[in-house]
């Protein structure tokens, strides 16, 4: 009698964790097997497990799950957390049966022969890492997708980072959060008007408009993506603040001395490096007046998982870099700063993504229209998984306010 291809996927998975596997499969000839309280994860081909069987773990998964191959019931982050924490906790060798049994079955299923392609929406970058040549590649990765695109996904304000999330507000203020960090970046920085302020990684121009508009600073953005510069100078003009903001298209190793009164870079530094930090922390206190005060906001991660991930570095921000939060005090004080304050948003950054995960599915058929499919599941699988890592604690984001004295 021939088992079913779940019961034995099921039998398979519990022989190599040597306990109850805590998902439940529905195999591609329909079968269903495994815990009825526990997610579903669909395998709708055997091409799914050829791409686990040569790429084991996060990226494997990835691939599986953006070209379709793999799919999880319900809500995807629940099952991420659900899943991780209980294989974490079942970290045991395979017995030798248990790997032969799945050597058999990969034979029976012919998963066996050439690696399969990785889809074509994973980034393919070239040379050695964070020259300027490079970075401006990553960035393209990630932020070129159309400004259209981030419009369906962001809020009205178009800032792209973590929010300030008040208890009066609901599920959908996104915009009202991102306003709300906005004044607080402006209050730490102490802006008054006429005060020369640089934001340095602008993206789409939330801090260069708010801090003009609502605090009479002047205020110069630079970024290395052509989309984001045209779009902030449209909202610049349409917004008749062509005399008090202005966007560059410039590397921040480029920008030259302004003496601003004060610089914030929000949510930028992740995409600097590791060996370059320090270069760009001595261009932030470079381009500062003396007294002058520097707002950074940034994620970190704990020192077992710094980096970005594989998943992350492959489909979202090639080469990214996050790091413990004290390793990142450490190189803001040894370029010459002093640090003046700390405040942690992590939990802000659970109702953040998930602002953003409510306004993707709410607008699915326009990302699909505009992006395609598998570029939509990249962003789909990215939101779950980001904002389970920051509802865990396995990731952070810090604004860190320092002075040049």
């Known amino acids: 009698m021939t088992t079913a291809t779940a019961d034995r996927l099921h039998g398979l998975l519990g022989d190599v964790l040597g306990a109850e596997p805590p998902v439940r499969i529905r195999a591609w000839d329909g079968s269903l097997a495994g815990p009825a309280d526990a997610p579903v994860v669909v395998l709708r081909s055997p091409m799914a497990l050829r791409r686990l069987l040569w790429r084991p773990g996060e990226l494997g998964l990835a691939r599986a799950y953006v070209a379709g ?15 991780r924490s209980a294989f974490a906790a079942r970290q045991t060798r395979p017995r030798p049966a248990a790997v032969r049994s799945a050597w058999r079955a990969a034979r029976d299923w012919r998963l066996i022969g050439a690696p399969p392609p990785a889809p074509p929406e994973e980034a393919r970058l070239r040379g050695r890492r964070h020259t300027q040549r490079r970075d401006r590649a990553a960035i393209s990765h990630h932020y070129d997708l159309g400004n ?13 980072s973590c929010g300030l999330w008040t208890p009066e507000m609901g599920d959908g203020d996104g ?23 640089v934001d340095v990684g602008c993206g789409w121009g939330s801090l260069v408009l708010h801090a003009a508009a609502e605090y009479g600073a002047r205020v110069t953005g630079y970024t290395i993506s052509r989309s984001q510069a045209e779009y902030v100078r449209e909202r610049i003009a349409r917004a008749g603040l062509g005399d008090r903001a202005t966007v560059e298209l410039r590397d921040y190793r480029d920008i030259g001395d ?9 949510e930028m530094g992740e995409h600097v490096g590791q060996e370059r930090y320090p270069e760009y922390a001595a261009v932030l206190h470079r381009i500062v007046r003396p007294d002058g005060r520097l707002l950074l906001q940034q994620m970190s991660r704990g020192p077992q998982a710094a980096g970005g991930g594989a998943f992350i570095e492959s489909y979202i921000a090639p080469d990214m870099h996050m ?11 040894a370029a010459g700063f002093e640090l003046r304050h700390v405040e942690a948003l992590r939990e802000h950054y659970v109702r ?3 602002f953003w995960a409510g306004r993707l599915e ?4 326009d990302v699909v229209a505009l992006a395609g499919e598998r570029t939509a599941r990249v962003w789909r699988l990215y939101l779950a998984g980001g904002a389970a890592a920051f509802d865990e604690g396995r990731m952070g984001v810090d604004q860190i306010l320092a002075e040049r004295r």
Request: glycine share 4%.
């Open 362 to 365: 709410s607008h699915w058929d």
């Open 323 to 333: 790091r413990p939060l004290p390793e990142t005090l450490r190189m803001v004080a």
């Open 175 to 197: 915009a009202a959060a991102s306003r709300a960090k906005l004044d607080l970046v402006c209050r730490k920085l102490e802006l008054h008007p006429g005060d020369h302020l």
């Open 258 to 266: 302004t003496a601003a009164d004060a610089v914030a870079s929000i």
């Open 69 to 83: 191959d793999l799919d999880v019931e319900g809500d995807l982050g629940a099952a991420f957390s659900h899943t």
């Open 352 to 354: 953040t993504i998930r």
């Open 148 to 160: 259209d695109f981030y419009e369906l996904l962001l809020d009205e304000t178009m800032a792209y």
